[in-house]
């Protein structure tokens, strides 16, 4: 087995006991298939051996024996999702379906050892842990109910028993590492970045767990109001030179086979559609697009310059450390020399997009000619002390993983401490159908629901005193997605957004527009009380207010 990675090797306890020890050791193989699992344990328990003993069983009874004597991976024929269930009730640990290969290596790792239709196969099969995915067609930006049943929040399990139970104190049932972890949370004690790439491992009842814990943090943060904004999305091209490998928005160079026609509005067309928010009732123009070849700082600053002096009154909300970067190098200034032109110009605050993950070894494979996580925290700090306040996003479920997810939480986490900039964080699922990165076979196809709640429910619990506003996309989950989100730590819906465009290029089935009726009745169907927010969350009037004004 030379040049093949001990993870892809099984050994069969078969032969001669020296044999198989020498098969084990020298191929560093990961699983030893034995229907001995007591005599195979005595074997993997060596000094020099780390393999798992893999047993088959035919059902719940032969697997416990199995466990009992030493068996810690189970080979299940033609079992059902309630004889499943029923191990999984039966078990002291955590009961966790794998692919063929093992869910603890690290993505890295498989990376380099598969190639072509194998490693796309993989990427089809497994979660953010490595695990293998729930069999569902679930996934951001489709038009199909939720998985997780009615009183869950997490969809691991398919089985009757789990479908139909009522959980009242989720924490009591949760595996002890995470049950200590929460109980220290509940206490005022935010989780270790360690600690939150353990909470971002869970599954099952920890999931519930840590879901039920973020929402009475969000309880303690802001109470029973959820908050949405009146706000137009204006995405003024969609030409772009940089190379990101998950975006189906951009049309460039590099990307002329993807559908859509390239275009880039004039001044006056990006000026006409925020008029045309405003006498709707938008307090905010969110400006967003691509990079475009033709742009310099100026542009940016006639944007912003343009709209204030026909809206005075308007919120612009624009332009990512990315365009603050670029304009910056364009004009051959400084970051803060920039910054304090587009301040001066009435530029509001700034969007935390074009961070997708915060780790660099992972935006080397998904956006690899773009800023730097060290590059994005230093537009924002400086945007920061210049009193900017900005959104801090988060993209996830693509060719990520859990420790990607808590380096990502701890660098916002960071310059929180330093700045107390963020008004909000806004996780951000990745939407897989028209992703370049996808259809290439590089990625997984966006999180599972589980991974949903995960990232929305941990935000709140390392966040906590420190970002009071976690948001959920109704853009990417759609109305019922982000409404369950209520009950995990969420507490703002984001905006109406009046003609979003870039989930929809990605091949989202969700609206482009919400209206404040639609809101606040959905808000309140959750419970909740609908309250309608400018950008920096100030609190205003609700839906009699807007009935329609003009300047």
């Not at 310059?415 to 990625?443: D, K, W």
Request: hydrophobic share 40%; charged share 25%.
């Amino acid at each position: 087995m030379q040049g093949v990675a001990g993870w892809r090797v099984t050994v069969l306890h078969e032969g001669r006991r020296a044999a198989v020890l020498d098969a084990l050791v020298r191929s560093g193989a990961h699983f030893l298939r034995s229907d001995r699992p007591a005599e195979a344990a005595t074997l993997t328990s060596l000094p020099g051996v780390d393999a798992e003993v893999s047993t088959p069983a035919c059902d719940v009874a032969e697997a416990l024996a199995c466990v009992q004597e030493g068996a810690t991976d189970l080979l299940f024929g033609d079992w059902d999702d309630e004889q499943i269930g029923r191990l999984r009730d039966a078990l002291e640990v955590p009961l966790i379906e794998r692919t063929a290969f093992p869910s603890s290596i690290a993505l890295d790792a498989v990376r380099a050892e598969l190639t072509g239709s194998t490693w796309t196969t993989y990427l089809r099969l497994v979660d953010g842990v490595g695990a293998a995915r729930r069999r569902d067609e679930w996934a951001p930006g489709k038009d199909m109910p939720i998985p997780a049943p009615p009183g869950r929040m997490s969809a691991e399990w398919a089985d009757t028993a789990w479908m139909t139970a009522v959980v009242s104190d989720p924490i009591t049932g949760a595996t002890s590492d995470v049950k200590r972890i929460l109980g220290r949370s509940l206490d005022g004690n935010p989780p270790t970045r360690n600690e939150i790439e353990t909470l971002f491992q869970a599954r099952g009842g920890d999931v519930e767990a840590i879901a039920w814990t973020a929402d009475r943090l969000r309880v303690e943060a802001v109470g029973e109001t959820v908050t949405y904004i009146v706000n137009r999305n204006i995405n003024y091209t969609n030409v772009c030179t940089y190379k990101c490998r998950f975006c189906a928005f951009s049309k460039g160079p590099r990307s002329l086979d993807l559908r859509g026609t390239p275009y880039l509005m004039s001044v006056e067309d990006v000026v006409r559609m925020a008029s045309e928010a405003w006498d709707r009732g938008a307090t905010e123009a969110c400006l967003q697009g691509g990079i475009h070849p033709g742009f310099t700082g100026d542009f940016y600053l006639e944007l912003v310059e343009e709209i204030k002096a026909v809206l005075p009154g308007i919120h612009i909300h624009g332009f990512t450390p990315l365009e603050v970067w670029q304009g910056a190098e364009t004009l051959d200034i400084s970051v803060r020399d920039y910054l304090k032109r587009l301040r001066d110009a009435g530029l509001g605050s700034l969007p935390g997009t074009a961070a997708e993950i915060l780790d660099d070894r992972v935006r080397i494979h998904l956006c690899p000619d773009k800023i730097t996580t060290a590059e994005w925290a230093d537009v924002m700090m400086i945007a920061h002390e210049l009193g900017f306040r900005s959104t801090a996003t988060v993209m996830f479920g693509h060719i990520d993983d859990p420790a990607a997810w808590a380096n990502h939480l701890e660098v916002v986490r960071t310059i929180q401490r330093r700045t107390g900039g963020f008004t909000e964080f806004v996780p951000l699922p990745f939407v897989h159908m028209g992703a370049p990165i996808y259809l290439q076979g590089n990625s997984r196809m966006g999180p599972t629901w589980d991974e949903v709640v995960l990232m929305h429910a941990v935000a709140r619990i390392a966040f906590d005193g420190l970002i009071p506003n976690v948001q959920a996309s109704w853009v990417k989950l759609g109305l019922d997605g982000a409404c369950r989100l209520l009950d995990a730590g969420c507490n703002d819906l984001g905006g109406t957004l009046m003609g979003e465009a870039i989930t929809r290029s990605a091949g989202a089935s969700h609206g482009q527009e919400m209206t404040v009726g639609q809101f606040e009745d959905l808000i309140r169907s959750a419970g909740r009380v609908p309250s309608r927010r400018t950008t920096l969350y100030e609190m205003l009037p609700g839906l009699s207010a807007l009935a329609g004004r003009s300047e």
